[in-house]
């Protein structure tokens, strides 16, 4: 028998210290990097996107990956692609952690539309507020503390 599978999961995670340093016209060849990292595990991109400070993936991960090693292959990766290329003069890397959501299939266009509307989105709260609301929204303990 094959293994059958649909995990989608949504990745989020921020610039060292928060820091805006995304400039918005670059912002699509570094999405692209990420999708081709992406591909190369095996995982399917539904949506990518997001604004200055953070990024939002939405994705379906292969069975045979795990999802740390995956967030660690995307940071280093488009580390390096963003420092070759010059994307973004001030980037000084990636925050160390990461958020990782998990939702039903069901759930897939609200969640692209979500990723979708970023620039919008955070016209009217910023990443930390976003943040909490998603990890209280998929009961994640947590300690505001680590958030800061």
Known sequence: MSTYTQSL???????????????KEHRED???????????NNCY??????VA???????????????ADLVK??????WDYIKQQELFPNFGGWQSGYGWFTY????KDRLI????NQEKHHNEKDYIT???????EHEVEFDEKYLL
Not at 130 to 136: C, G, H, M, P, W
């Open 113 to 116: 539309e979500y990723i979708k």
């Open 53 to 67: 400070d953070h990024i939002h993936i939405a994705t379906h991960i292969h069975p045979s990956v795990s999802v």
């Open 45 to 50: 991109l539904y949506r990518i996107g997001g």
């Open 30 to 40: 570094l999405y692209k990097y990420i999708w081709g990292v992406l591909k190369k």
């Open 104 to 107: 039903s299939f069901r759930d």
């Open 73 to 78: 292959d995307i940071k280093l990766a488009s």
């Open 130 to 136: 976003e943040l909490i609301e998603l990890l209280k």
């Open 9 to 23: 999961i949504q990745i989020i995670f921020s610039t060292k210290y928060r820091e805006k340093t995304l400039i």
